[in-house]
């Protein structure tokens, strides 16, 4: 019998579908059909007769609740397809080897709060449904799935590996899986992390995929290609990563003992291509002096391959570095050069000032040529102004200084989004990462987001940016039917789905990020240890007719209404996936 790996499902969910609509009994485990029709049926009920009600026991968007209200008839997506979270854009099905991918059918099932258990060929519509939603009608869904949940995975008698979170565990008990947590651990405590404990699930999911399991001692195996330290106690597997990316040093890791048994593994590639760039070539960090002769194992694990097809952290890098440099003068008249473009800075420049006040000791990353430089400082805050470009840091401090800003700027450092070891923690009232650097993190964005809260005073806000998903597709057709005549309609699919242009735009060949739907952003920032404190558009209405706009600008009085309108319909939940980029603020939980 082949490995069953059970998944949980996740929240943000790839939109539309090219197959037909929903048929139940389709799916794979028909012993289930009779509690989906059931389960289906209620949400559909309460999404059309109290879509309110309904939108407030899941807490989303209205949109969220249209879906629910249409599962029968709107279009459906194989299932990993459909789900396109943390631990899925780890796992990366799309790419697994033939051989990996037949495996992955016979062995992946994610228990689905409303279909019971999907394999990854199973059609599907977009819907919203957690594990702990008392359902109108049904009430507990962890008592409507047990009776026959847990009788379909008792009749499995191979290896189960279980990953799923807590909600979904509940939905049906599995006696005898192998159980996999993940922890992080830092000066001797151990903690789990939301976005590590995803991502590092679907690494492993993968690697199961592709190397097969028969036994406990393979699922380990198989964690030692992404985690620091693999400890078996009966069937429970620990995946242990040793504390923040920014306290690992270059050298060898050591492998302490622990109790069970524990399996030694080497790092993940990325991991240690981050680490072994954090310092320049002769230098090392106060902790491994004299160690640098003693490292021959950076360099073997640096040309290790990641699991699944990632850029390399570094690489991209790189890319963002050349694109802004060359960009230059450019990214000073973006916001200045059209009307659409003024009116995404007053957008920007209202939501930035309801989060930075006078005597505020700010840290700013990616700032650019200054233009949000000159805000901050106008507010009455004191900065530290970071960029990844040279170029675009020299600007900033020429623009900064022709304003009569420069007194209110601590000093100009390059500094990438992922690398802010040199802070302490707490040590700013506010952090600004406007213009997308979470977008050009990439695969590290998670990571880069629980540094810039780990740098900010507890309930000080971080205020920033990224990349829309959905408002670029809606401003930028014209740019997407060249994507699709150059690299085809799955290619493009795939953009949509995971928002990471760098397969049609591999870094240092044009503008490259990784862009997000508001879900994703939800949910990066929870697991990233947040709260969402405020979110906006940064435009909306002002996308339009450009003539439009200069007849409202044409008029003063006129044009400072509309721009009062756009601002406050920018904050409009409806609004948040339509524009270029979303802004938010967030503070730790």
């Known amino acids: 019998m082949p490995v069953l790996v059970l998944l949980p499902p996740s929240e943000g969910k790839a939109q539309g579908g090219r197959s037909r609509p929903l048929d139940l009994a389709g799916l794979s485990h028909p012993a289930l059909t009779p509690v989906r ?15 309110i009600g309904l939108q407030k026991m899941l807490d989303c968007p209205t949109g969220d609740v249209e879906q629910d209200a249409s599962l029968s008839s709107s279009p459906t997506l194989p299932a990993l397809s459909r789900y396109n979270g943390v631990v899925y854009g780890a796992l990366s099905y799309a790419t697994l080897t033939p051989t990996g991918r037949r495996r992955a059918d016979r062995s992946l099932r994610v228990v689905s709060a409303l279909f019971g258990l999907l394999s990854p060929r199973d059609t599907i519509p977009a819907y919203r449904l957690s594990g702990t939603t008392s359902l109108p009608g049904v009430g507990s869904l962890a008592a409507a799935w047990r009776p026959v949940l847990e009788p379909e995975l008792a009749a499995h008698r191979g290896l189960i590996v279980d990953l799923r979170s807590g909600p ?11 159980h996999v947590r993940v922890v992080r651990e830092s000066h001797g405590k151990r903690t789990v992390v939301s976005h590590d404990n995803k991502y590092t699930k679907g690494l492993l999911a993968r690697a199961l ?50 109790p069970g048994r524990p399996y030694p593994s ?56 050349a694109y802004f440099d060359a960009f230059a003068q450019r990214e000073w008249e973006r916001l200045d050069s059209s009307l659409a473009g003024q009116v995404s800075f007053e957008v920007h420049r209202r939501f930035l000032a309801r989060f930075v006040a006078s005597g505020m000791r700010v840290l700013e990353i990616g700032a650019g040529p200054g233009r949000f430089t000159i805000e901050l400082t106008g507010l009455g805050a004191r900065a530290i102004v970071t960029d990844v470009s040279p170029v675009q840091l020299e600007l900033n401090e020429r623009y900064v200084t022709d304003a009569g800003c420069a007194p209110a700027v601590e000093r100009w450092e390059l500094a990438d989004v992922c ?13 600004v990462a406007y213009g997308g650097p979470l977008s050009y993190a990439f695969d590290r964005a998670g990571f880069a987001l629980q540094e810039l809260l780990r740098v900010v005073r507890p309930g000080g806000p971080v205020v920033a ?16 039917v060249d994507l699709i005549e150059r690299f085809g309609d799955d290619a493009n699919d795939r953009v949509l789905a995971s928002g990471d242009l760098r397969e049609t735009q591999p870094p240092g060949t044009g503008h490259t990020c990784r862009m997000f739907r508001w879900p994703e952003l939800v949910e990066l920032v929870t697991c990233a240890g947040g709260r969402v404190l405020a979110a906006s558009a940064s435009n909306w209405a002002s996308l339009g007719d450009p003539g439009a706009l200069q007849r409202l600008a044409a008029r003063p009085e006129r044009w400072a209404r509309f721009l009062d309108h756009e601002v406050r319909l920018c904050a409009e939940p409806g609004v948040l996936d339509g524009s270029t980029h979303v802004l938010f603020a967030a503070a730790s939980q």
């Open 209 to 258: 995929c592709e190397q097969g399991a028969r036994s406990v001692a393979d699922v380990a195996a198989a964690g030692e290609a992404v985690a620091d330290l693999v400890e078996v106690d009966g069937r429970r597997v620990d995946l242990v990563l040793f504390g923040l990316a920014t306290e690992r040093q270059p050298g060898p890791r050591p492998h302490t003992a622990r």
């Open 37 to 51: 029709e059931r389960l289906v049926t209620a949400l559909q009920s309460a999404a059309r007769t109290d879509p």
């Open 465 to 480: 940016s990224v990349m829309s998903t959905v408002g670029a597709y809606r401003h930028l057709l014209p740019g997407v």
């Open 168 to 178: 979904y565990a509940a939905l049906a008990r599995v006696p005898g899986a192998v």
């Open 266 to 321: 080497r790092p993940h590639p990325s991991l240690i291509m981050w680490r072994t760039n954090r310092f320049p070539p002769g230098q090392s960090s106060q902790h491994d002096q004299g160690r640098q002769e003693s490292s021959p194992e950076r360099i073997t694990h640096v040309a290790d391959p990641p699991l699944s097809p990632t850029f390399e952290h570094t690489s991209s890098v790189a890319g963002v570095r």
């Open 419 to 431: 690398d802010l070891g040199r802070y302490r923690d707490g040590e700013f009232d506010a952090v």
